[in-house]
């Protein structure tokens, strides 16, 4: 059963932008840190932001300045604004919804979107 769907990704070139969603229940949104990571084939996945259910919001450091995460609550919803894209942003970006600290006690993972940017 998927949990989380994410969308918006695609092929853009370098300096332009590109908004990722994802979507999930109710139930799992509102317990979760809301967090999106990203993975290049071969490498390990990394953090790229996370938004708490009060909206404070944190960021790598090779997207600050670039991205900008947020979430709608009323739509269960959670945006990644990805500005001035570089080739190296190219990755599959996934969702995840941390709600170990919740009694829901899981996190819960995308299955991913992906994300080119041609220079």
């Known amino acids: 059963q998927v949990q989380l769907v994410e969308s918006g990704g695609g092929l853009v070139q370098a300096g332009g932008s590109l908004r990722l969603s994802c979507v999930t229940s109710?139930?799992?949104?509102?317990?979760?840190?809301m967090n999106w990571h990203r993975q290049v084939p071969g490498k390990q996945r990394e953090f790229v932001a996370s938004?708490?259910?009060?909206?404070?919001?944190n960021y790598a450091d090779s997207v600050k300045g670039r991205f900008t995460i947020s979430r709608d609550n009323a739509k269960n919803t959670m945006y990644l604004q990805m500005n001035s894209l570089l080739p190296e942003d190219t990755a599959v970006y996934y969702c995840?919804?941390?709600?170990?600290?919740?009694?829901?006690?899981?996190?819960?993972w995308g299955q991913g979107t992906q994300v080119t940017v041609s220079s």
């Open positions: 995840n919804a941390d709600a170990r600290a919740s009694p829901l006690q899981t996190l819960y």
């Open positions: 109710a139930r799992i949104f509102g317990a979760a840190v």
């Open positions: 938004i708490t259910s009060g909206g404070s919001a």
